[in-house]
């Protein structure tokens, strides 16, 4: 399967050490649960059928008012 990086990582599967950056296009290896944890997007038709993975954000910090 044709997968999308989301993010830029390492990872070793098998003896092997996988370096891929953001938005590099390349072939899931097998045993890899990069989609699962979200690591990777599908490439290609199949990718308009998944909704796109939710990210959290931190509420803006408060300004301090000083009398």
């Not at 097998?30 to 308009?48: N, Q, S």
Request: glycine share 8%; hydrophobic share 40%.
């Amino acid at each position: 399967m044709r997968v999308i990086a989301n993010k830029s990582f390492v990872s070793r599967l098998g003896g092997q050490t996988y370096r891929v950056a953001q938005d590099d296009e390349l072939l899931l290896p097998d045993g890899a649960d990069w989609l699962l944890c979200g690591l990777v997007r599908p490439a290609g038709p199949e990718a308009a059928t998944l909704a796109p993975a939710e990210t959290a954000t931190k509420p803006r910090p408060r300004k301090r008012v000083t009398k």
